[in-house]
């Protein structure tokens, strides 16, 4: 992974484009699988123990890296904060803050955040936590006393920041 990305796979249907994350879901109660650009976090089922998990997931980790194999087979985008011809100036400004001092910041703790949308009329900004931060409890905490603080300051349409549920679109 280049420095700066991440990918996130909650499913085996989003790890079908890497051998490694699929061969990982393939372990029984594994619910996600996060690249970080140094580092990779997985997420198991609640009732699961690590101890039980963690020898099998490792072996796999080890077999994909000690043949050298690529970790995906067609290199994913990340086109979240590419500014578009349509973007307002408002929206513009916001991706641009979420990549240079945003993302970098919540990629050092194992997660990522991708913005989903902006609302122009209400001034809410919809971003999406990944990674370690998915289901994260201080998630929360990130998004309003970190996150929203530096839009709503920098961004003066920015009234508010709110997760987006993927389950609720």
């Known amino acids: 992974m280049e420095e700066g990305t991440s990918y996130d796979m909650s499913n085996r249907k989003e790890a079908l484009i890497s051998p490694l994350a699929s061969k990982i879901f393939d372990i029984k109660g594994i619910t996600r699988v996060f690249y970080g650009f140094n580092y990779i976090s997985v997420g198991k089922e609640e009732l699961l123990d690590w101890s039980d998990m963690k020898p099998m997931i490792i072996d796999e980790i080890v077999k ?3 043949t050298d194999s690529e970790l995906f087979i067609d290199k994913p985008t990340a086109d979240d904060t590419e500014i578009k011809e349509g973007d307002s100036e408002a929206i513009q400004l916001i991706k641009e803050i979420i990549a240079a001092r945003i993302r970098p910041v919540v990629q050092e703790d194992g997660g990522d955040i991708k913005f989903i949308a902006f609302d122009e009329v209400d001034g809410v900004v919809y971003l999406q936590m990944k990674g370690s931060c998915a289901g994260c409890p201080s998630s929360g905490v990130t ?3 970190g996150i929203e603080k530096m839009l709503v300051h920098y961004v003066a349409e ?4 709110e997760e987006w549920d993927e389950d609720e679109d």
């Open 64 to 66: 994909h890296f000690s």
């Open 143 to 145: 998004l309003k006393n």
């Open 158 to 161: 920015v009234k508010s920041v």
